[in-house]
């Protein structure tokens, strides 16, 4: 299901971690990707990680960042244009979070 700009603005307002999580098949081989958004103080932080199926017991990851913005909509432009995943699909994380954004890599 895909939502609007809105929704994600009043998510992220209300202070949840949206997320979304996929694969892509790269050279014959499933890559698991993961993205992530939340306000954090007074900025918003990103998530974009993409890891080979296996490497994943080694957590040798083909990238994994986490970038912070001042504006959500910087933000969302970053994930945007990063992600193979697309922004329309975020929902808020119920549970386990896609990434701790009090960290950096």
């Known amino acids: 299901m895909s939502i609007d700009n809105k929704k994600i603005f009043e998510w992220l307002s209300s202070g949840k971690q949206l997320g979304v999580r996929g694969k892509v098949t790269q050279n014959n081989e499933t890559v698991w990707l ?4 939340q306000k954090y103080g007074a900025a918003y932080k990103t998530y974009i990680s993409e890891i080979f199926d296996s490497k994943i017991d080694i957590e040798d990851y083909l ?4 970038r912070e913005f001042s504006t959500v909509e910087a933000a969302l432009e970053y994930l945007n244009q990063e992600s193979r995943l697309g922004i329309f699909d975020l929902s808020p994380c119920k549970g386990q979070k896609i990434f701790n954004p009090s960290f950096s890599t």
């Not at 993961?34 to 958004?37: A, D, K, L, N, V």
């Not at 990238?63 to 986490?66: A, V, Y």
């Open 34 to 37: 993961s993205m992530g958004i």
């Open 63 to 66: 990238r994994e960042e986490i």
